[in-house]
């Protein structure tokens, strides 16, 4: 046998990229829930909002330090790539890249740089009721109100993306027979000889996500105080 064409069920996504992965997730959609019931639950929504930016802080410097396929060298591509695997994509033919697709690599990264700017722009803005950012008194009035309007409408952004990524989570399903979804959740998939992660560098991560929090929690911790203070009861 061809040692360089067979197929094994290899580690690929490490764990601490998939629990970022589903961590976004359940943060994006609760953000949502939370705002959508507006006031009586913006105590979970603040808490949801500084939860995704650590998350995206520990994911930008996982693609530095992480095994081989979180890495954004592994799977940003140039232009030539990006377009030959579009053209690609209404072939039958299974995808034979290992980690994230030329295009979907690009659809991650702009997932975690927009979740990360929504909730970096959260710090900022308030609904002149009862939620303020804990920066909010650092800018104007009319800076905050810009800002919500771009928090909203990053929102709407994120909500696009979504959509795309799990559409082609179900295209690769049925046109090309590959079930992606498993991988994200064991890590394991099909993948030629060699091409596998030792293991997840879990002391590494460990490191990372509690300066990450540490860093989050002096953030929220020593902004200064907002000048709507006596508004909180």
Same mark, same amino acid.
């Given at each position: #046998?061809? /040692?360089?064409?067979? !197929?094994?069920?290899a580690l690929?996504?490490?764990?601490?990229?998939? $629990?970022?992965?589903?961590?976004?997730?359940?943060?994006?959609?609760?953000?949502?829930?939370?705002a959508?019931?507006? !006031?009586?639950? #913006?105590?979970?929504?603040m808490p949801?909002?500084? /939860?995704?930016? =650590?998350?995206?802080?520990f994911?930008?410097?996982?693609?530095f330090?992480?095994?081989? @396929?979180?890495?954004?060298?592994?799977? $940003?591509?140039?232009?030539?790539?990006?377009?030959? @695997?579009?053209?690609?994509?209404?072939?039958?033919?299974?995808?034979?890249?290992?980690?994230h +697709?030329?295009?979907?690599?690009?659809?991650?990264?702009?997932?975690?740089?927009?979740?990360?700017?929504?909730?970096?722009?959260?710090?900022?803005?308030?609904?002149?009721?009862?939620?303020?950012?804990?920066?909010?008194g650092?800018?104007?009035?009319?800076t905050?109100g810009?800002?919500?309007?771009? @928090?909203? +409408?990053?929102?709407?952004?994120i909500?696009?993306?979504?959509?795309?990524?799990? =559409?082609?989570?179900?295209w690769?399903?049925?046109?090309?027979?590959?079930?992606?979804?498993?991988? #994200?959740?064991?890590?394991?998939?099909? &993948?030629?000889? =060699?091409?596998?992660?030792? =293991?997840? #560098?879990?002391?590494? &991560? $460990?490191?990372?996500?509690?300066?990450?929090?540490?860093?989050? !929690?002096?953030?929220?911790?020593?902004?200064?105080?907002?000048p709507?203070?006596?508004?909180?009861?």
């Open positions: #046998m061809n /040692t360089a064409n067979r !197929t094994d069920r690929i996504w490490d764990l601490p990229l998939r $629990l970022v992965h589903w961590g976004l997730a359940l943060c994006v959609v609760g953000s949502w829930v939370t959508e019931l507006a !006031t009586d639950y #913006m105590d979970w929504h949801l909002g500084y /939860t995704s930016l =650590g998350l995206v802080c994911r930008l410097i996982w693609g330090v992480g095994p081989k @396929h979180a890495r954004f060298g592994s799977f $940003l591509k140039g232009p030539a790539r990006v377009w030959a @695997h579009a053209r690609a994509l209404l072939s039958p033919q299974p995808a034979s890249d290992v980690g +697709t030329p295009l979907g690599g690009w659809v991650a990264l702009a997932l975690i740089l927009l979740i990360g700017a929504q909730a970096g722009i959260g710090l900022f803005i308030t609904d002149d009721v009862l939620f303020y950012g804990p920066y909010n650092a800018v104007s009035s009319g905050a810009a800002l919500a309007g771009w @928090h909203h +409408t990053l929102f709407d952004a909500c696009v993306l979504v959509l795309v990524h799990v =559409g082609a989570v179900i690769y399903a049925w046109r090309k027979g590959q079930n992606l979804a498993p991988a #994200m959740v064991t890590g394991r998939k099909p &993948a030629p000889a =060699g091409e596998g992660i030792a =293991g997840s #560098m879990l002391w590494r &991560a $460990l490191l990372i996500a509690v300066a990450v929090a540490a860093a989050v !929690t002096a953030l929220v911790q020593l902004a200064p105080p907002l709507m203070a006596d508004y909180y009861f």
